[in-house]
Every structure is written in C-alpha cells, then in structure tokens.
C-alpha cells in the first residue's frame, strides 16, 4: 500500500537585515487569528526573539489608548503575555525547558485556546505541537545581518500561507 505525502507549502526569502525581519513581521501579523500557533525555528542568535519582537508591536493593542508594551525575551519568564487584537499573544521561550509536560504547567493549553502562541524552540513541545501551525525557519544569512527565512504552512495555515505576499501586504 502507498502512503501519500501531503505537500506543506513553504516559502523562502532572504532578509537583509533587521528591518527586512521587521517587515516580514508586520506582513504576517493581520493573518493572525484566536488559537493560531507560530513555532520560531533556528540557532541561537538568528532572530527569533527579534521576528516575535516586531510581530507583537505591529498587532494593535486591545485597549487602544495603553501605553505601548515593553516586549522582553521571555528566556527566564519562559512565557510573557501580551493584550492585542485579534487575541492575546503568549510569546513562549521554550529554550531551557526539558520535559514537553513542563509546558501544560505555563498555561499552554489556555494559550491555543484564547490566544495567539508565538514559540520559540517548538521542538521542546515533542507531541504537544499542534498540526495546525505556522513554521518560520531562521538561518543566517551572506552578511552579519542578514538572515533566510522560510516558512511553512501546516494544517489551517497551508492555505492562509499562499495569501502571504512577501513583497507586500497580504492578500485579503
């Protein structure tokens, strides 16, 4: 018997430097809806924290005349919450975390169910990793600044991930 392979769309694009992270951020951000998941992917030092960073600043806020959030690494907080439109945004850092069960303890499940999830290290979840995902793979690039992204539509996001025009806004 033959096992068919479902194709996952990717896409790939080189980032010349933080701002061009940035914008691939601001580009993504009006995609998002309540119990999306969007697993950071690459070594240290590439630019996860950085993407979630300009993601998180570019949803508006859920109470428009608040005063703009400091966005910090979630490394030792291992998750920080953040009030936006359309959903709260759980930023997960999921680096020193050692058993995928440690997860459930920070409010995981509640954070697919309400929310936004933004991971960093998703390979820390093992089997709790949803299907229904977005894969934004980092890797650096030709220069110090430079960064290649590629991004990969799972479940829901297969379709969602075509509407993204990465030379502009997306496509409604």
């Known amino acids: 018997m ?10 790939q694009l080189r980032l010349d430097d933080q701002a061009a992270t940035a ?14 998941l969007v697993a950071l992917r690459g070594d240290l030092g590439c630019g ?9 600043t570019a949803l508006p806020p859920a109470d428009p005349g608040a005063a703009p959030d400091e966005v910090p ?18 930023h997960f850092d999921l680096y020193r975390v050692q ?13 697919l169910a309400e929310g936004i999830c933004l991971i960093e290290w998703p390979e820390r979840l093992g089997p709790l990793l949803p299907e229904d995902r977005l894969d ?4 650096f690039g030709a220069s110090p600044e430079a960064r290649r992204a590629r991004l990969e539509g799972h479940g829901v996001w297969a379709a969602r991930l075509a509407k993204l025009d990465l030379d502009g806004e997306p496509a409604t």
């Open 99 to 111: 058993d995928p069960e440690d997860v459930l303890e920070l409010g995981f499940e509640e954070a």
């Open 73 to 90: 690494s979630p490394t030792f907080t291992l998750v920080q919450i953040y009030d936006r439109r359309p959903a709260p945004v759980w």
């Open 2 to 11: 033959a096992v068919a392979l479902r194709a996952t769309p990717e896409r």
């Open 48 to 56: 996860k924290t950085s993407f979630a960073r300009a993601l998180i």
């Open 136 to 139: 934004l793979c980092l890797d």
């Open 23 to 36: 914008a691939l951020a601001r580009r993504l951000a009006p995609l998002l809806r309540r119990g999306d």
